[in-house]
């Protein structure tokens, strides 16, 4: 079997994970994967999908799912193993900061003449930082990098790397080269087009399903996504991928949007493989109302059986929902009101109420939705501990106005474990509120090595300290999983499970800070039987994310098969 022209790899948040303890705390427990951060970018997809017609080969290897499913796994005989002139490494989350050199690194002692490429949002931020590492060969920037990657691939033995869009390199005598940021597309016509089903082609061709399964826990809960757009008109202060971070970041001055009938193929061809909840990605009303109905129009005419989930930005009304519902009878709506309090709320950049917001969940659930997702946080400017439990509070109320229904979930969580560089928060705390701890890559680096979820925080406000942080969370999630007990939604013991875990938390929180006061941070190790019992336990709210009700038959594998063998 030929060799790859490229291996995409993606590494996890440390390396190696499994031989440091570390209490993971809430990290991710609004998000499928676990705190290893196991699940690779959808760009992956998208840059196969488009490589490859193209007429390279690439192979996607997920060593994070590899090192998390298989404790024996040894990563650096398996990337031995691996023949490619080229590597990409994902840098696309902050999170990746240290896994993803490491990686590098063990790839560059394996195969020191194949080149490495590191790309994604934090990559297209710290690329200065990134390129004087020696085994990082380039850094691809922007939010759409299909395009400079192939011309990457063709030109990059050559060495003729100067008319690469995009790209910062290295010239034969090490010195930097910064090519320009000119590669923006407005328009996405030529991707994502059949990028799953490229992907499934991957498994027949290395036969090696484990290294492209997205997250732990996917062949149970496939869940999928569609991307709508890149980029986004929204301004929230704290998020990477706002409008005003990708302007400085990734050099995108304007959204681009996909057409409403590449977003309803993507959606068919998803159903076709998976009876699996498909998450349709940004609010689909941001294209416009036309473009909007045009894709619900489309999807009502030829429905799929899946859960198709939706984004709300904003509340929706009632005529909206009304369409999606004809669209897709078995829909789910998810909105992030950040916070019930108002002042805080609009400190945020979100003008609604919680009367509007209250509206669109009573006709979502009225209308027949298997899932109201609704995400409070935690680090909020102006946001002090009694903001935080009255939040709670807030949560508890809609509860009992909604009898507990169980197809309304709320998350609770804090900003973890990053503000997102190149965010107005993390660009301007001061006006915000914010203090930051950690503002390099090798700062963020070497905060991820550190014992506990609370010192990786790189903030903290001028409300809460990240002690607070830390003691509030945990209060917080002990009050709403009380309260999902009392109306139903989870079992009794379940609840009680989820306090003993955080009442023990709490207590190796304490340990840890000591040994950390009286520089004996090394001998966290003695505490790894106590964290791995922490760690090991599923949250409810995390359960609850994933668990969406499928049916027997999860994956449809006989129409998988057919699509891996003929590409339709």
Not at 12 to 30: E, T
Not at 75 to 86: G, Y
Not at 192 to 203: A, E, I, N, P, S
Not at 412 to 433: C, K, T, V, W
Request: glycine residues 6%; positive net charge.
């Amino acid at each position: 079997m030929k060799s790859p022209d490229l291996i995409l790899l993606h590494a996890p948040h440390v390396y190696d994970f499994r031989k440091a303890p570390q209490l993971y705390g809430p990290v991710s427990d609004l998000v499928p994967a676990t705190p290893v951060f196991e699940m690779y970018p959808l760009g992956f997809a998208s840059l196969v999908e488009y490589l490859e017609k193209a007429g390279y080969l690439v192979r996607i290897v997920n060593l994070a799912y590899r090192m998390l499913r298989d404790a024996r796994f040894d990563v650096e005989k398996f990337i031995q193993k691996l023949e490619a002139p080229l590597f990409g490494i994902d840098l696309h989350w902050m999170v990746h900061a240290h896994g993803a050199v490491e990686i590098a690194r063990l790839v560059k002692k394996c195969h020191p003449l194949a080149k490495i490429v590191l790309g994604g949002f934090t990559a297209s931020y710290y690329w200065r930082e990134l390129i004087e590492y020696p085994e990082i060969d380039y850094v691809m920037r922007g939010d759409s990098a299909e395009e400079p990657m192939r011309a990457l691939l063709r030109t990059f033995k050559s060495r003729r790397l100067g008319s690469v869009a995009n790209l910062v390199w290295k010239d034969s005598r090490g010195t930097v080269r910064e090519n320009a940021l000119s590669h923006v597309p407005k328009h996405l016509g030529g991707v994502m087009r059949d990028h799953y089903g490229m992907m499934l082609r991957q498994v027949i061709r290395y036969r090696d399903l484990k290294s492209i399964i997205p997250f732990k826990g996917w062949l149970s809960h496939p869940i999928t996504a569609v991307f709508t757009c890149r980029g986004c008109e929204q301004q929230c202060i704290f998020c990477g991928g706002s409008k005003s971070a990708l302007k400085k970041v990734v050099g995108r001055q304007e959204t681009a949007f996909r057409s409403p009938e590449e977003i309803h193929r993507d959606v068919k061809n998803l159903s076709r493989l998976s009876r699996g909840p498909i998450f349709v990605l940004s609010d689909i009303r941001q294209g416009g109302e036309n473009q909007a109905a045009d894709f619900l129009h489309r999807l009502q005419r030829e429905p799929v059986g899946n859960t198709v989930m939706f984004e709300l930005y904003w509340p929706a009304p009632a005529r909206f929902v009304t369409d999606i519902s004809l669209a897709a009878p078995q829909f789910g709506l998810s909105i992030s009101p950040h916070s019930h309090d108002s002042d805080i709320r609009r400190a945020l950049g979100l003008n609604y109420t919680n009367a509007a917001l209250e509206e669109t969940i009573t006709v979502g659930l009225s209308s027949g939705a298997r899932r109201f997702e609704v995400y409070f946080m935690i680090g909020l400017p102006r946001q002090t501990r009694e903001a935080v439990l009255a939040d709670v509070a807030y949560c508890e109320q809609l509860l009992r106005r909604f009898d507990g229904d169980p197809r309304l979930i709320i998350y609770q969580g804090p900003l973890a474990p990053f503000l997102d560089p190149g965010s107005l928060a993390f660009e301007h705390p001061e006006r915000y509120g914010y203090k930051l701890h950690y503002r390099t890559l090798a700062e963020h680096r070497q905060a991820l090595l550190q014992p506990s979820w609370k010192h990786i925080l790189n903030y903290e406000t001028q409300w809460l300290s990240r002690d607070d942080i830390m003691d509030v969370t945990y209060e917080a999630t002990i009050r709403l999983t009380r309260a999902k007990a009392k109306y139903g939604q989870i079992s009794g013991a379940l609840a009680e499970a989820q306090i003993a875990r955080i009442a023990q938390a709490r207590r190796l929180e304490e340990k840890i800070d000591v040994l950390i006061q009286n520089g004996r941070q090394e001998e966290t190790a003695h505490l790894w039987t106590e964290i791995g019992q922490v760690n090991d336990f599923a949250a409810v709210q995390h359960r609850q994310l994933i668990e969406v009700p499928l049916g027997a038959l999860r994956l449809r594998y006989l129409s998988a098969l057919w699509r891996m063998i003929t590409g339709k």
